[in-house]
Each structure stands twice: as C-alpha cells, then as structure tokens.
C-alpha cells in the first residue's frame, strides 16, 4: 500500500482553495497505485466499525477476520500488507477483493484533510496518484467538504 496510508489526515488549512472544486478521476483497477506497495510500505487504518463491515463481508467472526487480515500498528488497528507492501485485499490487474466493504479510508481517498490542505498539498499528491487532475471531471466542493467530513468522523472512531 503506497498513498493511502502514508496520507494521514489533518484539519484542513486552507478550506477556500477548492472553492471551484478539482479535477479527479480514478482511472481504476489498471493503476492501483493507492493499494499496491509500489511506492512502499503504509497503512490502512481500521475502527470497529469498519472490522465488522469487513468480516460481515467475508462471512467471519470478527476475530477470524482481525487473526487473518488485521495488524496492530501504533497502538491501532490497520490492515496487513504482502511482503511486497501490496494490501492484504489488493489483487494485482483486478484491485480491490472487499470493494463493497472497503474501509473509508479508501473511499474518502484522496478527499483527506491532508491531501486538501492547500493547492500545494494537492499537486504533490497529483505525483502519486494519476486520478488526480487526469481529465476534466470535477469533483464539487460541496462533495470534497462531505468526503472530508466523513473521513474525520470515521478517524475520531478509531
Ligand atoms: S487513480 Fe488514484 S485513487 Fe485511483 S487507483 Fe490510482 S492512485 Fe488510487
Ligand atoms: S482495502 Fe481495498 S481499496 Fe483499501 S487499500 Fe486495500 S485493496 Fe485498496
């Protein structure tokens, strides 16, 4: 896992700059470059919530679930990664195994408050993430606020 992880959120600085909203695409399973460990190790960070969708999803006790695919890391849950830092759930050329039940860390990327601190933030994030002004879809400012919202909520619960 490259980018997801190693994005942790933080308040937003500068709220105004996506004002107009941003251009983002995710250009799918073909890249992956969020969930494989192409650019190197990271984490993606669990609550309890999000540990009982998976192993709902997986049809496991939550135990099974936290046996086979969880790991504890700086006093927190997140999942394992392959020795290749891939996602534990990351299937190379197909992505990701538990899509519907992915956390939200995955689904708020890359509308973090890390990532949306400033325009700054935002194009060094464009280096690892093609999506990222790849065409002319527009994500409103209005979803990006809901994305960030969601993501500090579901943090605060972990
Ligand atoms: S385009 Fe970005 S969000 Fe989509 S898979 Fe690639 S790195 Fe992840
Ligand atoms: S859970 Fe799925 S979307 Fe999230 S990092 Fe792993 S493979 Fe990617």
């Known amino acids: 896992m490259t980018s997801l992880p190693q ?7 500068e709220p105004d700059w ?7 695409r995710c250009q799918g399973p073909e890249c992956g470059a969020c969930c494989s460990g192409r650019m190197g190790p990271g984490a993606v960070w669990l609550n309890r919530d999000e540990m009982e969708e998976l ?5 496991l006790p939550l135990s099974e679930l936290k046996r086979r695919y969880v790991r504890r890391l700086e006093g927190r849950y997140s999942l394992k990664e392959r020795g290749n830092y891939d996602c534990i759930f990351y299937l190379d050329g197909t992505g990701c195994s538990v899509y519907e039940a992915r956390p939200g860390q995955c689904r708020t990327y ?4 890390r990532v949306m601190a400033s325009r700054v933030t935002w194009e060094i994030e464009a280096e690892k993430c093609p999506g990222i002004n790849a065409d002319q879809t527009r994500i409103e400012a209005g979803d990006i606020r809901r994305q960030l919202e969601i993501d500090t909520q579901r943090r605060d619960r972990s």
């Open 18 to 24: 996506y004002r107009d909203g941003v251009r983002f």
């Open 110 to 113: 890359p509308f973090w408050g």
């Open 7 to 13: 994005l942790e959120t933080t308040d937003t600085q």
């Open 55 to 59: 192993a709902g999803h997986l049809s």
